[in-house]
């Protein structure tokens, strides 16, 4: 499968401490998004890393990128109750452009 | 902006039938692709078009397929239903070009399709 790996598959955490989830892929990439989903409905982006950036941020989340690892992290700070959804990263791969093969996700539950 | 809009958002459909869904892009985004969400398979890629020209394709077979009109709106097509095609179809579309990419994707909220 060209899917990538995400850890861990659900997380569960209390309002206020941090997430973290992991997300390893397969080959060389242009870039690497992280996408956020409520109960099925549709992806939201949330953000994009440069195959040449190693780190960003945005608001409370931050992603690192290993390309010689080829995997990535996004932390979500001081997590609310809103931010409990499905968490996806997506990879577009050197010379597919267009085209994004995701990883299984992992299920962020923020308990109040 | 208007985003990108999807139609229907549900769908029930007999084993063997076909079934046209449609998605309309952002204003301005000439990349259209499309995604199957299961439970059991997550998210995987359909296709991918640019300029009514299908540029990329997933692991699917035959029975899907899609194409792109000049306003760059697009459709997929499910022919020959099978119960297995139950699933939410995710259409996304996107600045990405001819040579063009570290763009972001921008869903729409889906069509959940139903195959009894």
């Known amino acids: 499968s060209q899917q990538g790996e995400e850890d861990p598959q659900a997380l569960s955490i209390q309002e206020g401490e941090n997430a973290t989830m992991n997300c390893s892929y397969k080959?060389?990439?242009?870039?690497l998004q992280w996408y956020r989903q409520n109960s099925g409905r549709g992806l939201v982006h949330l953000i994009l890393?440069?195959?040449?950036?190693r780190e960003k941020h945005s608001g409370r989340l931050r992603v690192t990128l290993d390309t010689s690892k080829k995997s990535s992290s996004l932390l979500i700070t001081a997590s609310r109750a809103a931010d409990t959804a499905s968490y996806f990263c997506?990879?577009?791969?050197?010379?597919?452009?267009?085209?994004?093969?995701f990883g299984q996700g992992t299920e962020l539950s923020v308990k109040p | 902006k208007a985003g990108v809009t999807q139609t229907p958002r549900y769908l029930i459909k007999t084993r063997g039938q076909q079934v046209t869904l449609s998605c309309s892009p952002i204003?301005?985004?000439?990349?259209v692709s499309w995604y199957q969400q299961t439970p059991g398979q997550g998210l995987q890629f359909l296709f991918e078009y640019f300029s009514e020209t299908q540029r990329n394709k997933g692991n699917f077979p035959g029975r899907f397929s899609g194409r792109q009109f000049s306003n760059s709106r697009s459709e997929m097509n499910v022919s020959t239903l099978e119960l297995g095609d139950s699933a939410l179809y995710l259409c996304a579309s996107s600045l990405a070009g001819r040579g063009q990419v570290n763009t972001e994707a921008f869903f729409g909220q889906g069509t959940r399709l139903t195959v009894v």
């Open positions: 204003s301005g985004h000439r990349s």
């Open positions: 080959t060389s990439i242009n870039n």
């Open positions: 997506a990879t577009e791969y050197y010379n597919q452009g267009g085209k994004l093969i």
């Open positions: 890393i440069r195959s040449n950036e």
